[in-house]
Every structure is written in structure tokens, then in C-alpha cells.
């Protein structure tokens, strides 16, 4: 038994009840599913705020999904649920809260954070959020001068992980809402190449550096971030002085900020309580609040509260993060699939999936349980995927006819999104025809006797048959719009932690990203210096030596 009760995942009867239901299913097809109830397509299908989710075409039965809420229950999600939402330190390896949903309660909320003399956060959240619009707005207006005067235009924001790719994902995702005259670029990798690019064209007395860090020690920004200092003190010809007027910090680590020369009246906040992953709602989320203005970005967190009110209050039949959550349990424990695909049909949505992919596999890429037993049961996924229809060139081939099965979500919006001009919105049908086409041919597939009814000769008849039975969820929005944009980020964000609880591990630390961080520092100065280092396995050290070789040192 653990903290909260339950045994082993795989000893408890509810996982035991399923394994035996799998194997009753065998072979079953989504042809027969469908063909047993004309209305499937109709009753497998919930809604949460603008999404509509289908998940038809997923290989369930009731009674699957009957098991499957079961063992959520007995799992505790719903226990575990209400511990994240009052601000309890789950996350137990960190000894933290985990209160992302937090960051979009409403002014009047009440969250308290356990055993911190039970202070309510929201008034601190709401006070971030107002310093972000004064300044956002500033920017906007050109206002915001730079050393010499003029008016910042251009916006780098730099950063890593979560303090990257949360941002630059909805930025691409809410271009269509950003503010044209204004030039933003995220810079997130420490190969120079990525600043040197971002840096081109650019005016340092009208640039703006917003330097987003949790920790403000994480080596690749604040390596780019000293470099943008000194092109920024080189271009302008100035010196320290300048800094000021150029750099805001988003951070925890006020002691740090303020050591790299940022003032700290300049730092926008947020705590503890919010992991890296689950950040781009907070302060981190500037640059992009900065590109679409405060009330966009106000209305962005009202679509994430919509999600986190459905999760906390809906039953579980209709509980969309819970359902996600689950199928993905099913997938990985009983159909030993390894990967789940996010397949946007949005141009829009290029990022998402690199987005989700930190969310997901930083979160539930864990193989000890929460007591620190290793686990024998599948955890988190590998996530992957691109846009539609570009993968249906690339990839497609396999997910279609390959041995593995992969999961896949298609995410889809009924209207394109506003502004495009009339000719080109008019392609957003034929977009629209494929993803519908792609759900159809994935689970339908097409049998030997239909290709052969076409007239195929008997020894192509195997390689233009499609199986089939390829599991989808269809995910129907209105129109891409900042409220649409965090209920999807909501959705998957909730969808991580119900399948966190059911494996019982922490979702919300990353021990895991330390060690190669650790090697790194140490194996620097062996590249540079042709220091020696302690400990390097023979391939390492063979390696090293090549590259210093190469390097003519
Ligand atoms: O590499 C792991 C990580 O800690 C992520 O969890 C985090 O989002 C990223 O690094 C960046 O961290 P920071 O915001 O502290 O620079």
C-alpha cells in the first residue's frame, strides 16, 4: 500500500479485470464495433468548453471503459485530483505543490499552498499578471524606450524547455492574434547559431531581451543571454547601464536576476509551485502576451479555467482529460503500444506537438513508482507527430501499414482562422477532408475483397490492403482562438496527470535531465582546455580525443 492507499498498480483487481477483458477482445476490429452499434459514432463522443472529442474509432467497447473508470477510482485519481487543486505537495521528490491551475483562478479564488502558513496565492498571481499588462501594453504602444531613446520593436525571448517552448508554440498557434509590427523571436538553443540567426536584422537600441528562467541557472540561457548582453553593449556602445532598459527577467531567482544586471523592478515572478512544463500561463508566458496584448492572453487563461472547472467537476463518463488520460493507459498496458502520435491540422499548431512532447514525456517518462519500486507497467508514451497534411507524405505509410500500433490524435478546428483572405480560408475544406479521411481509412482500412473488387491483379491484392483498426480520437474545435488555444493546453496538461496517477509515479519532477547536464559541465573543459577528465568510458574519451583532433588542438 502507498500513501494513498492503493496497492500496486498490477496487483490491484481493477488492472487484473482488464487484462482478462483484453484478452476476451482478441482481435477485434473497429469494423465489427461499428457494425454492433450504428449509433457508436454518436454516444463515443464528449464535449468540454469549445472541444468536441470523438473517440469512436478507438478500440473500446462499454465495457472497457467501464474498467477503466474503475481503476481510475481505485487508482485515487480523483483523491490525487483534489490534493493538486487545494495546493497539497505532491509532487513528493521536490516536496512542492503543484498548482499550475492556479495561475488562471479567477481574482477572487482562494488557493492555499500547504504548509505555507496557508497563504492564498491568487492575489500574488493576479498582481504578476497586472505588471505583465502595464508592461505589455507598454511595448505595444511603443512606449517601452530603449537606452538611446527610441522605441523597442523587437522582442527575443530566451529560453529553454519550458521557459521556450510553451511561449514559442502559442505564439506560432495565436499568430493570427499577434500584433504585426512587432518583431518576436525565441532563441532556446545554446548552439550559437540559433542567437546568431535571431540576432540578424536586428537593432539593439530598439530590441527588447526578456530572459525567461525558472532557476536562472540553467546554462544554455544564461550563456545566451550573456551573449545577447554583450552584442546588445557592443552595438549600442555602451556599457552596463544600458542593460536595464533592454532585459526583463521571468524567474523565481530574484538574487540571480539582479547578479546578471537586470533590474529587478524589471522581473516578472512566479513560484515554486510551477513546474517549467506548466509555466507558459505565468510570467513566462510575456513575450507571447506581449505579441497578442493582455486581453487575448486574459482569454487564453479563461479557456485553460474552463478545462480545469470540467476536470475537477465532471462525472467520469464525460470527463474528457480523464478519458484521454485512460485510453492512453489502455494503449501502453494492454496493446503494448509505445508511441502516441498528435496530429494537428493546423498550420497553426506546427509546434504543438514539440510542446506536448516535454509535457508528456518530462511529466510520465518515469520508471519507479512513487515509493521508488520499479515499475513493470508501461509509463509515459513516446509523443510525436507533425501537422497534417504534411506527415501524410512523410510518415503516414507506417502508421497506415506498419507493424507498430500507434494511438494517434487528430486535432481539427471547423472554421480556418480569422484573417485569412477568402481564397485561401476556402483551402480549409479540402484540410479538413483529410483529416476526416485520414480517421476513416486508419480504423476502416480496406479489406482484401475490396481490392480485389477494384480489379487489382491477385499478387498486388496484399500490399493495397489496409488493416485497419488503428486506434484515433478526433479532436473538433470551433476556430483556433486564444481560449481555444488553453483549453487544448489544459486538456493534454490534465490528460498527463490523471495517467501520472494511474502509474503512480510523480509527473511533476525531471531527476532525469540531471545526469547529462552534470556530464556536460564536466566534460567542457576537457574540449576547451584539454583538461582530464575523470571517469570517461572509453568510447567518451576516444570521442573527446577525435573532436579535439578535428578542432586542431
Ligand atoms: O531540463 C529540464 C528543465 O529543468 C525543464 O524542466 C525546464 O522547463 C527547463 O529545464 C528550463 O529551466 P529554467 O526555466 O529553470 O531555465
Known amino acids: 500500500m502507498n500513501a494513498e492507499g492503493r496497492g500496486r498498480l498490477d496487483r490491484m483487481p481493477q488492472w487484473q479485470a482488464l487484462a482478462r477483458h483484453r484478452e476476451e477482445l482478441g482481435e477485434v476490429h473497429l469494423r465489427e464495433l461499428f457494425a454492433a452499434d450504428p449509433r457508436r459514432g454518436e454516444r463515443y463522443g464528449v464535449r468540454v468548453g469549445d472541444l468536441y472529442l470523438d473517440y469512436s474509432k478507438n478500440l473500446v467497447t462499454d465495457e472497457t471503459l467501464r474498467l477503466l473508470r474503475e481503476l481510475a477510482e481505485a487508482a485515487g485519481v480523483a483523491r490525487l485530483r483534489e490534493a493538486m487543486f487545494r495546493g497539497e505537495r505532491i509532487n513528493t521528490t521536490e516536496d512542492r505543490a503543484v498548482l499550475h491551475t492556479a495561475l488562471r483562478a479567477p481574482r477572487d479564488a482562494v488557493v492555499e499552498v500547504e504548509g505555507e502558513s496557508g497563504e492564498n496565492v491568487v492575489p500574488a498571481v493576479h498582481a504578476v499578471l497586472d505588471r505583465m499588462s502595464a508592461f505589455a501594453e507598454a511595448v505595444r504602444a511603443g512606449k517601452w524606450a530603449g537606452h538611446t531613446g527610441l522605441p523597442v520593436r523587437s522582442v527575443v525571448n530566451i529560453g529553454i524547455g519550458g521557459s521556450d517552448l510553451g511561449p514559442a508554440m502559442a505564439y506560432e498557434a495565436l499568430r493570427a492574434y499577434t500584433d504585426r509590427e512587432l518583431d518576436v523571436r525565441f532563441v532556446s538553443n545554446v548552439d550559437g547559431a540559433d542567437l546568431h540567426e535571431a540576432l540578424q536584422g536586428l537593432d539593439p537600441a530598439r530590441t527588447l531581451f526578456v530572459v525567461a528562467s525558472k532557476t536562472f541557472t540553467t546554462i544554455e540561457t544564461i550563456t545566451n543571454a550573456t551573449s545577447a548582453r554583450n552584442w546588445l553593449l557592443a552595438g549600442l556602445g555602451a556599457g552596463r547601464e544600458a542593460v536595464a532598459k533592454h532585459f526583463v527577467a521571468l524567474s523565481t531567482n530574484a538574487e540571480a536576476v539582479a547578479e546578471f544586471g537586470i533590474d529587478t523592478t524589471n522581473m516578472f515572478e512566479f513560484w515554486d509551485w510551477v513546474g517549467g512544463r506548466y509555466s507558459y500561463d505565468s510570467a513566462i508566458g510575456l513575450s507571447l502576451m506581449i505579441a497578442i496584448g493582455p486581453d487575448r492572453f486574459r482569454e487564453m487563461l479563461d479557456g485553460f479555467r474552463t478545462v480545469d472547472e470540467h476536470f475537477r467537476t465532471a462525472p467520469p463518463e464525460e470527463n474528457a482529460p480523464l478519458l484521454l488520460g485512460l485510453l492512453g493507459i489502455w494503449y501502453g498496458g494492454f496493446w503494448d503500444a509505445q508511441s502516441h502520435a498528435v496530429l494537428p491540422y493546423s498550420h497553426y499548431l506546427s509546434k504543438f506537438t514539440a510542446y506536448l512532447q516535454q509535457l508528456d514525456m518530462e511529466s510520465n517518462g518515469k520508471s519507479v513508482d512513487r515509493q521508488g519500486e520499479p515499475v513493470s507497467w508501461q509509463t509515459g508514451p513516446v509523443v510525436w507527430g507533425t501537422p497534417g497534411t504534411n506527415g501524410q507524405h512523410a510518415y503516414f505509410q507506417l502508421l497506415h501499414q506498419g507493424t507498430k500500433l500507434i494511438p494517434a490524435d487528430l486535432i481539427g478546428f471547423a472554421r480556418p482562422v480569422a484573417g485569412l483572405e477568402p481564397a485561401l480560408a476556402a483551402q480549409h475544406d479540402l484540410l479538413m477532408a483529410n483529416l476526416f479521411a485520414q480517421g476513416q481509412a486508419l480504423a476502416f482500412g480496406k479489406t482484401e475483397d475490396e481490392v480485389r473488387a477494384e480489379g487489382v491483379a491477385e499478387e498486388q491484392v496484399p500490399h493495397r490492403t489496409f488493416r485497419g483498426n488503428r486506434p484515433t480520437t478526433t479532436i473538433l474545435a470551433s476556430?483556433?482562438?486564444?481560449?481555444?488555444?488553453?483549453?487544448?493546453?489544459?486538456?493534454?496538461?490534465?490528460?498527463?496527470?490523471?495517467?501520472?496517477?494511474?502509474?503512480?509515479?510523480?509527473?511533476?519532477?525531471?531527476?532525469?535531465?540531471?545526469?547529462?547536464?552534470?556530464?556536460?559541465?564536466?566534460?567542457?573543459?576537457?574540449?576547451?582546455?584539454?583538461?582530464?577528465?575523470?571517469?570517461?568510458?572509453?568510447?567518451?574519451?576516444?570521442?573527446?580525443?577525435?573532436?579535439?583532433?578535428?578542432?586542431?588542438?
Open 479 to 553: 476556430e483556433l482562438t486564444p481560449s481555444v488555444l488553453g483549453q487544448l493546453v489544459a486538456l493534454y496538461e490534465h490528460k498527463v496527470f490523471v495517467q501520472g496517477a494511474v502509474w503512480d509515479i510523480d509527473s511533476f519532477d525531471q531527476w532525469g535531465v540531471e545526469l547529462g547536464k552534470v556530464l556536460a559541465k564536466r566534460i567542457e573543459p576537457a574540449l576547451t582546455e584539454g583538461a582530464e577528465v575523470e571517469g570517461l568510458d572509453a568510447s567518451t574519451a576516444a570521442l573527446v580525443a577525435r573532436y579535439r583532433s578535428l578542432r586542431g588542438r
